[in-house]
């Protein structure tokens, strides 16, 4: 009695184990055309070009301020490896300045203390 209990037991165990072992469906593609579209669809690149494109904290080197951006770069770049023929950074010119980021570091008058440049949004 005590045996059949741990027979059972183990079935009941080993079978969803069992169940997930399938053999592979037929299909009129070989299987190393099936394993590149699977490398291609993991979205393992995506993830990975999201991570470069996204901003995240770093300090930018101020040629950046004063040339493209790192992002814009990668951007140019993936897109020729992806094989277009018409890549390309357009500027426009801009009615103001943008970005602070490269303006030099002051002291704020009678207190000592560093002020930043500020942000996009403020001012010095």
């Known amino acids: ?33 099936l394993n590149a579209i699977a490398n291609q669809l993991s979205g393992a690149q995506a993830l990975h070009n999201v991570m470069e494109m996204c901003p995240y904290e770093r300090n930018r080197p101020a ?10 770069k990668y ?5 020729k490896e992806y094989g277009f023929s018409d890549v390309h950074i357009e500027r426009f010119p801009l009615g103001s300045k943008q970005w602070a980021g490269d ?9 000592g203390e560093e ?6 949004d403020r001012e010095g």
């Open 115 to 120: 002020q930043g440049a500020g942000g996009p």
């Open 1 to 33: 009695m005590h045996r059949s209990w741990i027979v059972a037991g183990l079935l009941l165990v080993a079978a969803p184990a069992l169940a997930q072992e399938q053999p592979d469906p037929k299909t009129l593609l070989s299987q190393a055309t």
């Open 103 to 111: 303006q030099p570091v002051e002291e704020s008058p009678g207190t």
């Open 75 to 79: 951007a140019e770049a993936k897109a």
């Open 63 to 72: 040629d950046e301020y004063q040339g493209t951006y790192r992002e814009a």
